[in-house]
């Protein structure tokens, strides 16, 4: 058994243990055993096998250089004994190296030095891949059955039984990247702990002198935190981060990056309208009444907005006169007054439910005429607006709301389910298109696909995507 007495090169101060060369006769393989120092041996009187191995060595490597191929077990050295360094992965192999045959425990230190970077060399801590590396072990392990890991510089990566072969370059490229990676997070965790030492006992101190520090965050940081979570769903946490970081930089989007905004603008209300066409087909279904679907539109007032065809916010609803002020107590005239933001124009609204009927019995063959209960609503909002205009401008002075015009008012009634039969379809459709100065939409549908709208009305990009709120 040969010995180490003198240890050249990086490993001479380090390497505590000693080496013994085994070659079986006939055999192109070489065993090379490791005796670890007392120093290191296990401490008790218990008796294991790590220990009765650490005792009497182990074998640390196995090499054939004709085949280009050198196996050993992955180790590591814990509280005084060896045991496994990992959990599955049994056995690790180089392939398509150049190795040298090693006779001398010379040989053999010329051999743990030439071992690929990523992989420990000192044998009294035992081999395998460096700590920061752990985790491409780790990833491989979660395939089941797994237990032999092989990097090659022969084979593609792949699996091959109970064998997961790792192309040499692809090692490489992984263990260059994690390394940056790691890197980075200790030179962040750094800056972090100078950031919260100065900011717990200097900035009190005097704040306005020494304000509070935070890391600068590198521009791309954002961009790689949600480039990697393209492929897994973002925390609640994270995405209301998300939302605050757009928000707090949206004017300067939208200098800079009006189509990025206008993008995410548009998306934005295409979900919102996803969302709301189930709550409508919910609202619908429970066949609620005037008032659930008064505060269903209050709670979604830019619905109105698709419904006059032009940028409308709500001003009020359950608006009166006869009481001297918009709110004030009176002969009610609407259940909404929204106003155009461009022109100050108002508008009004009545809303009655889907479960109004919008056609009476046939009049005459395929002719159907409009129920009491629609043309009731129609008369009811022209004279809601024949009100409004008769006494707006006191209404105004009363409130001191000034920034309302009455040029053209226009009103919407939000009435009924599209019938199902065509004919009865047709002659709504032809009633409510004679109609002037009054938008009869259906708070329903059967199944038409788009909301209807009166003559001449601008389509919103949202109309074109979605069914709005005529589910």
């Not at 008790?44 to 054939?64: I, M, P, Q, R, T």
């Amino acid at each position: 058994m040969a010995t180490s007495k003198s240890i050249p090169g990086v490993l001479e101060d380090t390497v505590k243990g000693e080496f013994a060369i085994r070659s079986a006769k006939g055999s192109r393989w070489t065993t090379v055993l490791f005796q670890p120092s007392k120093e290191l041996a296990p401490n008790g009187d218990e008796e294991d096998e790590e220990h009765a191995e650490a005792e009497s060595g182990f074998e640390l490597l196995k090499v054939n250089p004709s085949l280009k191929r050198l196996v050993f077990t992955p180790r590591r050295l814990h509280s005084g004994s060896y045991s496994k360094r990992y959990a599955h992965i049994h056995t690790m192999e180089l392939e398509g190296f150049v190795f040298e045959k090693p006779t001398t425990p010379e040989d053999v230190f010329g051999l743990l030095e030439s071992l690929p970077v990523g992989f420990t060399r000192d044998p009294d801590f035992g081999l395998g891949l460096r700590k920061e590396l752990c985790h491409i072990v780790v990833a491989v392990e979660d395939i089941q059955g797994i237990n032999h890991l092989v990097i090659s510089k022969k084979r593609p990566t792949s699996i091959n039984g109970n064998t997961f072969v790792l192309k040499i370059a692809e090692f490489d490229q992984l263990r260059r990247a994690m390394n940056a990676c790691h890197k980075q997070a200790l030179k962040g965790a750094a800056e972090d702990k100078r950031n919260l030492a100065f900011n717990t006992l200097v900035h009190p101190l005097n704040p306005a002198r020494y304000p509070e520090r935070s890391r600068l965050q590198n521009e791309r940081t954002i961009y790689r935190v949600l480039e990697a979570s393209a492929k897994s769903k973002l925390s609640d946490k994270n995405q209301i981060a998300a939302v605050g970081v757009v928000t707090s930089n949206s004017a300067e989007l939208a200098e800079r990056h009006p189509d990025v905004l206008m993008q995410l603008h548009r998306q934005i209300d295409l979900v919102n309208l996803d969302q709301l066409i189930t709550r409508v087909g919910a609202l619908i279904g429970k066949h609620g009444g005037e008032s659930q679907w008064q505060r269903f539109f209050a709670a979604n007032p830019f619905i109105l907005s698709l419904a006059f065809g032009f940028p409308a916010v709500l001003f009020q609803q359950q608006v009166s006169v006869g009481g001297g002020k918009f709110s004030g107590v009176g002969q009610k005239i609407g259940d909404f007054i929204v106003t155009n933001v461009l022109t100050n124009n108002l508008a009004l609204v009545e809303i009655k439910t889907p479960d109004t009927k919008l056609l009476g019995h046939t009049y005459r063959s395929g002719v159907y005429p409009p129920t009491q209960e629609l043309s009731g609503a129609i008369t009811q909002i022209l004279d809601q607006r024949y009100r409004i205009q008769a006494e707006l401008t006191q209404l105004k002075e009363n409130s001191r709301q000034y920034n309302l015009e009455r040029f053209s008012v226009e009103c919407v009634v939000i009435v009924g389910t599209m019938p199902a039969d065509v004919e009865q379809r047709k002659c709504f459709e032809m009633f409510r298109g004679a109609l002037h100065g009054v938008s009869v939409i259906r708070s329903g549908s059967t199944g038409a696909r788009h909301p209807t709208r009166r003559p001449g009305a601008s389509v919103q990009p949202a109309d074109r995507d979605r069914r709005a709120y005529e589910p």
